[in-house]
């Protein structure tokens, strides 16, 4: 299959990720069609034109005409989805999602799909701390990473097609991961650092703070305004390597600490040079 | 004493933050010399016309003609430039700083100076992870916090002068705080965060990180990138502060990590709940 003008998207889930890859699609010409569980969302995604159908319900003829579909849901709730509806998708069709972990999910899916239906699953690496459909912005990707996760199951054709929607949404870098390798990566890069910002705003209490930070003080903290139920699902379908990550970041952070109580100068000059080039590497 | 266009300002170090105020003050139309120690600030600073005199040595001449002395220095380099020079300043003059420590700073300084001199601490909270005259940039101070930090020593008059600096420079919130609170603030809000940005940046060996990384890890180490000298030296000023900070946070990131072992889901929501409600009032 190849993805051009005549490819008939449905979106499953219109909250700000689904809405925002609607809205993508949908200004660079695309046909994009939306299933999503409120009225409020389906007359909001009509009246702004994002997509062309929107319905409140499972629409069977909807899914049936539907080339790609991209799954923008909890994970629960996207196999729960798959498992209940996914005889109706149309043999050579592609699935795609936007799930923040992919071990517990993508073996899965692939495993409850009919034959002839290929998932290939995908995390962009983007993300605001609102919600909805109301809020959803396609510049949000661009220039963002983006993260392939194909098995064995996958087809070169599929994991194009993949990419192919990236591109076109706007996407900058695009990366291949296995799923294990993508959630211990995640586990580090976005579900420790919302544990760190979590645990720094959750143990001071001072409702005047505010008045007292510098930028360093809201940049590590703006991410500590979390979607609780969406979040706490995605840790525990990662908890062994998200455990794993946090301890590695204790001992670190325990390293700095005895370099502090005993004295020792020259183990914390050698952490924070060691650190201050690392993150050089980031702003080349 | 008033601060006007008669006034006559040294600036003492004209590195980043030393240089962003010569350049806000010079701005305003502000009579601005500057001690510096090296010739290529000193020619950075008189071709672009940042301020007036700017001698590489202890100009006594400069020194005793000064209303309104700014020291931009490391803590050490300053307490040891005023045991050394103090005594040319002349009475009725207001010193003020930008140290990111005060309580091994403000009443030292304070006992050193002759009688007549008054210090009168402050913490501008802003800066930038480059270094240098060359980088400075007044701009860094609008709308940012700023810190007065006055002891019993200090007068309504130099109190009052030292808030005038702010506000000629643009600075958003102006707030007061004892030594004490400004330093366990401090401790807090800055160098904790420091710390954590260091442990994250040092604890993973990937050199392909940038490659994989969301907006949130980015923020989270922007400040992973430290002038080791400083910092180091900062932490080591306020250590015991430091310590406690650590200990606190170390405390709740360890509630976090028990709560995602044991299976404890309500304590995680819990504790993302508290989090977002706190950090909600950073966007007020």
């Given at each position: 299959?190849?993805?051009?003008?005549?490819?008939?998207?449905?979106?499953?889930?219109?909250?700000?990720?689904?809405?925002?890859?609607a809205?993508g699609?949908?200004?660079?010409?695309?046909?994009?069609?939306?299933i999503?569980?409120?009225?409020?969302?389906?007359?909001?995604?009509?009246?702004?034109?994002?997509?062309?159908?929107?319905?409140?319900?499972?629409?069977?003829?909807?899914?049936?005409?539907?080339?790609?579909?991209?799954?923008?849901?909890?994970?629960?709730?996207?196999?729960?989805?798959?498992?209940?509806?996914?005889?109706?998708?149309?043999?050579?069709?592609i699935?795609?999602?936007?799930?923040?972990?992919?071990?517990?999910?993508v073996?899965?899916?692939?495993?409850?799909?009919?034959?002839g239906?290929?998932?290939?699953?995908?995390?962009?690496?983007?993300?605001?701390?609102?919600?909805?459909?109301?809020?959803?912005?396609?510049?949000?990707?661009?220039?963002?990473?983006?993260?392939?996760?194909?098995?064995?199951?996958?087809?070169?054709?599929?994991?194009?097609?993949?990419?192919?929607?990236?591109?076109?949404?706007?996407?900058?870098?695009?990366?291949?991961?296995?799923?294990?390798?993508?959630?211990?990566?995640?586990?580090?890069?976005?579900?420790?650092?919302h544990?760190?910002?979590?645990?720094?705003?959750?143990?001071?209490?001072?409702?005047?703070?505010?008045?007292?930070?510098a930028?360093?003080?809201?940049?590590?903290?703006?991410?500590?305004?979390?979607?609780?139920?969406?979040w706490?699902?995605?840790?525990?379908?990662?908890?062994?390597?998200?455990?794993?990550?946090?301890?590695?970041?204790?001992?670190?952070?325990?390293?700095?600490?005895?370099?502090?109580?005993?004295?020792?100068?020259?183990t914390?000059?050698?952490?924070?040079?060691?650190?201050?080039?690392?993150?050089?590497?980031?702003?080349k």
């Amino acid at each position: 299959m190849t993805i051009d003008k005549q490819t008939r998207f449905l979106i499953v889930g219109l909250g700000l990720m689904g809405g925002s890859y609607a809205r993508g699609l949908t200004q660079k010409g695309y046909h994009v069609d939306a299933i999503v569980n409120d009225e409020k969302s389906s007359e909001f995604a009509l009246r702004h034109e994002i997509v062309h159908e929107c319905p409140t319900f499972v629409d069977e003829e909807l899914v049936k005409k539907a080339d790609v579909l991209i799954f923008a849901l909890y994970p629960h709730t996207f196999i729960e989805w798959v498992e209940k509806n996914g005889s109706l998708i149309k043999k050579g069709a592609i699935i795609t999602d936007v799930t923040g972990v992919k071990g517990c999910i993508v073996e899965k899916v692939q495993s409850v799909l009919p034959e002839g239906v290929e998932f290939i699953s995908a995390h962009p690496m983007a993300g605001r701390e609102v919600y909805g459909v109301e809020n959803s912005d396609e510049k949000m990707f661009y220039g963002a990473n983006y993260i392939v996760v194909p098995t064995e199951r996958n087809t070169e054709n599929g994991i194009e097609c993949c990419k192919r929607i990236a591109e076109i949404l706007g996407f900058g870098r695009i990366v291949e991961l296995s799923p294990k390798e993508h959630d211990d990566l995640i586990g580090f890069v976005s579900q420790l650092t919302h544990c760190i910002a979590v645990s720094l705003m959750t143990c001071y209490e001072n409702e005047n703070l505010e008045k007292y930070t510098a930028d360093s003080f809201r940049d590590l903290t703006r991410i500590a305004n979390i979607n609780e139920v969406l979040w706490s699902e995605l840790f525990f379908l990662n908890r062994d390597s998200l455990l794993r990550q946090m301890e590695l970041f204790e001992s670190h952070f325990r390293k700095l600490y005895e370099s502090l109580k005993n004295g020792d100068r020259e183990t914390m000059i050698q952490m924070m040079k060691e650190s201050t080039e690392r993150r050089k590497l980031f702003d080349k």
